[in-house]
């Protein structure tokens, strides 16, 4: 029997250390970023205000024509660090398939707990679907795809009939379970306990009724991030949800999310059901 233990959390969870020239990022989204908001013209509506925080604001990208339905993207960071501007390019592949796109920012750790910001991110897709009418399609990256994850494990940040349009999930290099962030250095700022673990790990609780969700991650991401979404694949099933996990190959954390700029790559055509 082969046992294996991890010993350094804190490179467990490190992702830049682990890629070739891995420290142009994030400073590598913001100039796509920026061209992409200039690009839509008048089809981005930036800073709309969803509560009274200062990073209570989220980005809408229309589609040319009426929208078919909203998509979410949840940013990452930890929690920590990030904001919404450096992803708008990634709303690129669903508006070109006719769906509005719906980028929030939220507070960041230590200003509030991770439960906080759940709650954040409840609000501010309720504010875009009230403007956005149709199906609802969330998706995120790391700290995000757990974002995304935990609007539709119950009890949801969402509002019954906001979650209720909830059509598909697509949480991306989730951390799904919060419990072994307690043993990094970070966790001096995010303050995760036992108590938040349990009330906040989507691999913890259950998904609402009728959850569909499909785990993307790199196959070339860290063993913890794989982990963590094979696990939360594997317990909603158990639990009722209709669920997939895909590993996409020669991807690793921070261009695992490249495709969603294509409308024709397979993680645009999953989150979208097509």
């Given at each position: 029997?082969?046992?294996?233990?991890?010993?350094?959390?804190?490179?467990?969870?490190?992702?830049?250390?682990?890629?070739?020239?891995?420290?142009?990022?994030?400073?590598?989204?913001?100039?796509?970023?920026?061209?992409?908001?200039?690009?839509?013209?008048?089809?981005?509506?930036?800073?709309?205000?969803?509560?009274?925080?200062?990073?209570?604001?989220?980005?809408?990208?229309?589609?040319?024509?009426?929208?078919?339905?909203?998509?979410?993207?949840?940013?990452?960071?930890?929690?920590l660090a990030l904001d919404k501007?450096?992803?708008?390019?990634?709303?690129?592949?669903?508006?070109?398939?006719?769906?509005?796109?719906?980028?929030?920012?939220?507070?960041?750790?230590?200003?509030?707990?991770?439960?906080?910001?759940?709650?954040?991110?409840?609000?501010?897709?309720?504010?875009?679907?009230?403007?956005?009418?149709?199906?609802?399609?969330?998706?995120?990256?790391?700290?995000?795809?757990?974002?995304?994850?935990?609007?539709?494990?119950?009890?949801?940040?969402?509002?019954?009939?906001?979650?209720?349009?909830?059509?598909?999930?697509?949480?991306?290099?989730?951390?799904?379970?919060?419990?072994?962030?307690?043993?990094?250095?970070?966790?001096?700022?995010?303050?995760?306990?036992?108590?938040?673990?349990?009330?906040?790990?989507?691999?913890?609780?259950?998904?609402?009724?009728?959850?569909?969700?499909?785990?993307?991650?790199?196959?070339?991401?860290?063993?913890?991030?794989?982990?963590?979404?094979?696990?939360?694949?594997?317990?909603?099933?158990?639990?009722?949800?209709?669920?997939?996990?895909?590993?996409?190959?020669?991807?690793?954390?921070?261009?695992?999310?490249?495709?969603?700029?294509?409308?024709?790559?397979?993680?645009?055509?999953?989150?979208?059901?097509?």
């Amino acid at each position: 029997m082969d046992l294996r233990a991890i010993t350094d959390w804190d490179d467990a969870y490190a992702n830049a250390a682990h890629i070739a020239g891995g420290d142009r990022w994030p400073d590598a989204w913001v100039a796509p970023a920026r061209r992409w908001r200039e690009a839509c013209g008048a089809r981005a509506m930036l800073d709309l205000p969803y509560g009274d925080a200062p990073r209570n604001r989220y980005d809408l990208f229309l589609p040319e024509g009426s929208p078919r339905g909203l998509v979410v993207f949840i940013h990452g960071g930890y929690w920590l660090a990030l904001d919404k501007s450096y992803w708008s390019h990634l709303s690129r592949g669903p508006l070109a398939r006719g769906f509005a796109v719906a980028m929030p920012s939220y507070t960041l750790c230590p200003e509030t707990r991770i439960g906080g910001i759940a709650r954040e991110i409840g609000a501010a897709i309720a504010a875009a679907a009230a403007r956005i009418d149709g199906p609802i399609f969330i998706t995120g990256h790391s700290a995000g795809g757990h974002l995304a994850a935990r609007m539709v494990a119950a009890p949801s940040p969402l509002p019954p009939e906001v979650a209720a349009r909830v059509a598909h999930t697509v949480p991306i290099s989730v951390l799904a379970d919060l419990r072994p962030l307690m043993r990094t250095a970070m966790n001096a700022t995010l303050r995760i306990d036992d108590a938040e673990a349990a009330a906040e790990s989507p691999a913890l609780l259950a998904p609402l009724p009728g959850t569909r969700v499909t785990c993307w991650v790199g196959a070339d991401e860290r063993p913890e991030f794989r982990r963590q979404s094979a696990l939360l694949a594997n317990i909603w099933t158990g639990l009722g949800a209709a669920t997939a996990i895909v590993e996409e190959q020669g991807r690793h954390h921070f261009n695992v999310i490249d495709g969603l700029e294509d409308p024709d790559h397979p993680l645009t055509r999953a989150l979208l059901g097509e």
